[in-house]
């Protein structure tokens, strides 16, 4: 559990998701508009951390880290028009959930974090600390990318 914000751990648990799982082909899908869901996930995962880090108690940083990352973990654009994609909001919890899984072993933190994300549009609250945080900065992020459509997050894409 760490009681500060290390910029560099974020980044390195960043480097080893990236080089060991899907999650760089996010790039290839839209997100809140403009937004990429890759720069969403980095961008509510850096977020999540900063504020955990403000609010100064005890945090699973890398838990936290790694439930942000893939809490959007789906392979379709959610904002193409497809019946098969209705109600897309309050499914793709658990579609991210699975999906993470079949590429990493999960922490109970982790998974709570992915499945647990669009509370309260979903009936099942975060049941830890680390996942209401994520709950939170994830809402914000959203509605930052859907006003800031041009060039959201400018020194994170830089990293991305």
């Known amino acids: ?16 998701l990236i080089s060991g799982s899907n999650l760089g082909s996010m790039a290839g899908y839209p997100q809140h508009g403009n937004t990429c869901r890759l720069l969403h996930s980095v961008a509510v995962a850096y977020y999540s951390c900063r504020l955990a880090a403000l609010l ?9 880290t790694r439930g942000a990352l893939f809490h959007d973990y789906f392979f379709y654009d959610a904002q193409d028009g ?39 549009l979903t009936p099942r609250p975060p049941k ?19 006003f800031k459509r041009k060039r959201p997050y400018p020194k994170l894409a830089g990293r991305v």
């Open 56 to 64: 100064g108690g005890r945090f699973h940083m890398r838990d936290m």
């Open 82 to 120: 497809d019946p098969a994609h209705k109600k897309h909001w309050s499914r793709h919890p658990d579609i991210a959930w699975r999906n993470a899984s079949k590429e990493l072993e999960l922490t109970g933190i982790e998974a709570d974090i992915i499945r647990t994300h669009m509370f309260p």
């Open 1 to 16: 559990m760490a009681k500060h914000w290390d910029s560099d751990a974020f980044w390195r648990h960043y480097t080893d």
């Open 128 to 146: 830890y600390r680390e996942g209401a945080v994520v709950t939170l900065v994830d809402k914000g992020c959203s509605v930052y990318e859907f």
